[in-house]
């Protein structure tokens, strides 16, 4: 696995940071230990300067390979010398003929020389001078008097990263050796090789030679294993140390295909090797639509709708029987990305695999052939069957870039592609009808050049396809994707009556009855003879009516309980008697609150039989239109334009 960049950030970038979240904390920041990447180029050979803001010195004697770090945490190896300033050597791993390996941070290093090496890299030579405000805390450090500055020459020699995978220590992973750059998912499929081992060194687990393979998200052997194969790259190696939470807990395991038990509370560790992994796409967002890549594929690039892909694949049952095969007899197998010419999850599958990928699918009965049956060749796919696919993109046609079209193209292509939306439409494939108009708008966008002659047609394009996509969003009941459409329609031409009509419909769904009332307005001042507007209208009236009758009941039952309470005050004034002067002017204040309240409870009456008047005068003189079917035959009509 290659090392995530460990190089620290200097403290003027430390304070940029944290001013993102408080600018007024910057003054207590503290500076990061580390070498200054930011305000300053990186050490040559011979130059010397201060790290952090504690005193400690770098002076680098020879560089190291690559740009990776160690951090706090990691355990490193290195030859190290330490002497006074007046050279008397303190200590020395070379005198002793091996080199120490510590755990950054930990017991046994030496306190301030961490923050050194972690801006070394494998193989680096430098020297580093300590100031005595350091405090020495490892042994080496022994007969160094209290007030005296020391130096460190230091070799990097290897480093192991230490990773705390669950941040509790229950399971702590050291990479051996790194993979590439493919990290583990959880849906993939992974094939790995393990010998697990009790702390007296006994095998209780081991895999074949070969490995064992597996789904991440199925787990495997003990709740730790997935959780440490998700933090590997394929090819990398690591030893694990899992504590009994994450391994066989009290329970322990019996013995097992010749293997000894794993005792109760059993700490375990774990020689591990991610061999291989196949990964696992969700293609639909569902989980019903599975792509298993077994083979990746070139580039960089993905077919787009309406381009041409030419495949091969095999198709199953789930039971492994074979119902076609395709694109094996020298003539590989065609069909149009987005236009339903094969079941959805193959479609939708292809669109998302490189050329020459080879992957394997898992398709659910919604995007294959539901719960009915389908015949192929001389076998019947039972109804609600779910289908493998194993899959190859050999090759697709690409369409021309739209920066790279004359004006002329993108008229032709936004056309054609408007046409193919109003087939949807017709058909009833909203969705896939509205992609067809974005699309086609998106040909003729504000920053495409045209002709001083093409520009009206460009316009008048663009607002059809605009609309048309509105009416889309209309039938997918995306009201604010309605009105935000035909406001762009009116921002172009304020006087549009479709757009009005349709920003009419959509208000009204969305229960914002004034503003559909204004859009209605304004379209009959434009065309008062229009029949469908003027239906929409009456649908409104009709809505606004109900409206203010349930507003009136609304208000009536408030205002029941407030009643009841008044007539009992009225009854307390008639049989209380008076208690002074005090109380008198009280009760002539209270008697004319309810006076005032009884005189506003007779004009609420009042308000609501004259509405119901109304209503009833609207019953008999206009008839109930539903406010989207009132509209259906224009919307259709309209395609076309």
């Not at 300053?40 to 680098?60: S, Y």
């Not at 196949?278 to 599975?290: E, F, N, R, S």
């Not at 580039?299 to 309406?306: D, F, H, K, Q, W």
Request: net charge negative; proline share 3%.
């Amino acid at each position: 696995m290659a090392h995530s960049s460990r190089l620290t950030l200097s403290a003027s970038a430390a304070r940029a940071a944290a001013a993102v979240v408080d600018d007024d904390d910057d003054d207590d920041l503290d500076e990061e230990p580390g070498e200054e990447i930011e305000s300053a180029p990186p050490l040559r050979v011979g130059e010397e300067r201060e790290i952090g803001g504690a005193g400690l010195r770098k002076k680098l004697l020879r560089p190291g390979r690559g740009w990776e770090t160690p951090v706090l945490g990691d355990e490193v190896t290195v030859h190290y010398e330490g002497r006074l300033l007046d050279g008397r050597k303190s200590v020395s791993t070379r005198d002793r003929g091996e080199p120490l390996t510590f755990e950054l941070g930990g017991e046994q290093s030496i306190a301030g020389l961490d923050q050194g090496i972690i801006t070394m890299k494998k193989g680096e030579l430098a020297l580093f001078t300590l100031p005595c405000s350091s405090g020495y805390r490892h042994a080496a450090a022994q007969g160094v008097p209290p007030d005296a500055d020391m130096q460190f020459e230091v070799e990097l020699l290897s480093w192991l990263t230490v990773m705390d995978i669950c941040k509790d220590g229950g399971i702590v992973k050291k990479v051996l050796s790194g993979g590439d750059d493919r990290q583990t998912g959880d849906l993939d499929e992974v094939t790995v090789k393990y010998q697990v081992r009790l702390l007296d060194g006994t095998i209780v687990a081991e895999t074949s030679e070969g490995g064992f393979e597996f789904c991440v998200n199925q787990g495997h052997l003990c709740p730790a294993l997935p959780k440490i194969v998700k933090t590997m790259r394929r090819g990398e190696k690591a030893f694990v140390t899992i504590q009994p939470q994450y391994a066989f807990g009290e329970a322990g395991r019996e013995a097992t295909n010749g293997l000894p038990a794993i005792p109760s509370n059993a700490i375990l560790n774990i020689e591990l090797e991610l061999v291989s992994l196949k990964p696992v796409v969700d293609v639909t967002g569902d989980m019903k639509v599975l792509k298993k890549i077994l083979r990746a594929g070139k580039g960089v690039r993905t077919p787009n709708s309406g381009e041409t892909v030419c495949v091969r694949y095999t198709a199953m049952l789930k039971d492994g029987t074979t119902f076609e095969k395709v694109g094996f007899d020298g003539e590989c197998f065609q069909f149009i990305i987005d236009e339903e010419q094969v079941i959805g999850g193959l479609d939708r599958a292809v669109s998302t695999m490189l050329k020459g990928e080879l992957s394997e699918l898992t398709i659910e009965p919604e995007y294959a052939f539901g719960n009915g049956e389908a015949k192929r060749d001389v076998i019947i796919i039972p109804s609600s069957s779910t289908l493998i696919y194993v899959v190859e993109l050999l090759d697709f046609t690409k369409e021309k870039d739209m920066r790279e079209m004359t004006g002329l193209e993108k008229i032709q292509a936004a056309e054609g592609t408007k046409s193919s939306g109003n087939d949807l439409f017709k058909n009833g494939k909203f969705e896939r009808a509205a992609k067809k108009y974005d699309k086609a708008a998106r040909y003729i966008d504000d920053e495409g050049t045209f002709e001083d002659n093409e520009e009206k047609l460009v316009k008048s394009l663009r607002i059809s396809c605009w609309l048309n996509s509105a009416a889309c969003c209309l039938k997918l009941k995306d009201f604010q994707g309605a009105i935000r459409l035909c406001s762009q329609v009116l921002d172009n031409e304020f006087c549009n009556v479709k757009a009005l009509y349709r920003r009419a419909q959509a208000y009204i769904e969305a229960a914002d009855l004034d503003l559909a009332k204004l859009d209605i307005q304004k379209a009959l001042e434009i065309d008062p003879n229009n029949k469908e507007v003027k239906s929409l209208q009456m649908t409104l009236k009709q809505l606004q009516a109900d409206k203010n009758r349930r507003d009136a009941k609304l208000y009536a039952n408030m205002f029941q309980w407030r009643r009841k309470d008044a007539d009992v005050s009225v009854k307390k004034l008639k049989v209380e008697k008076p208690q002074g002067d005090e109380w008198e002017g009280s009760a002539e204040v209270e008697a004319s609150n309810l006076e005032n309240y009884m005189r506003c409870e007779r004009k609420v009456a009042k308000k609501e039989v004259k509405g119901d008047r109304e209503m009833q005068a609207m019953e008999t003189e206009m008839p109930v239109v539903d406010a989207t079917c009132a509209c259906d035959r224009v919307m259709t009509d309209s395609m076309g334009t």
